[in-house]
């Protein structure tokens, strides 16, 4: 049986996480200045289909509060702060997908599921609570 989903829901500031990630790339010779651009086209094509979580104070509350619970740097913890906006704070069985294991295991912290996770190294499979 295929599971279908929603729009992706993306937190305001992962495009620049992301142009600064293709930028890192491309300095450390691991990505083309060319596969800078395709990805960059890539990105802009997925941002006219997303739905963009922006930064509230809301969501700020909900930040400040993850720090002291789970082991998140601070650009993670808006991630999750805006997965958990965008749920109303109730994410029991609500999708999560993150290219991050320790997000990734953030989130099922939180009560997410978790779809895939992968890090630098490759896929690392599902996680458990």
């Known amino acids: 049986m295929s599971r279908t989903y929603s729009p992706m829901v993306v937190w305001w500031g992962s495009p620049v996480e992301a142009v600064s990630a293709f930028a890192r790339l491309v300095r450390e010779d691991v990505m083309s200045v060319s596969g800078m651009h395709q ?3 890539r990105l802009d094509a997925l941002r006219r289909t997303w739905v963009e979580i922006l930064p509230t104070e809301s969501l700020r509350t909900v930040a400040e509060s993850l720090p002291t619970r789970l082991p998140l740097r601070a650009g993670d913890v808006f991630q999750l ?8 704070e109730q ?3 609500r999708p999560f997908i993150s290219f991050d294991h320790r997000l990734g295991q953030a989130a099922i912290e ?3 599921e978790v779809i895939a996770v992968r890090s630098a190294k490759g896929l690392e499979g599902p996680l458990r609570r």
């Open 110 to 112: 939180a009560g997410f």
């Open 39 to 41: 990805a960059r086209a």
């Open 81 to 88: 702060a805006a997965a958990l906006i965008w749920c109303r």
């Open 91 to 93: 994410p029991k069985g």
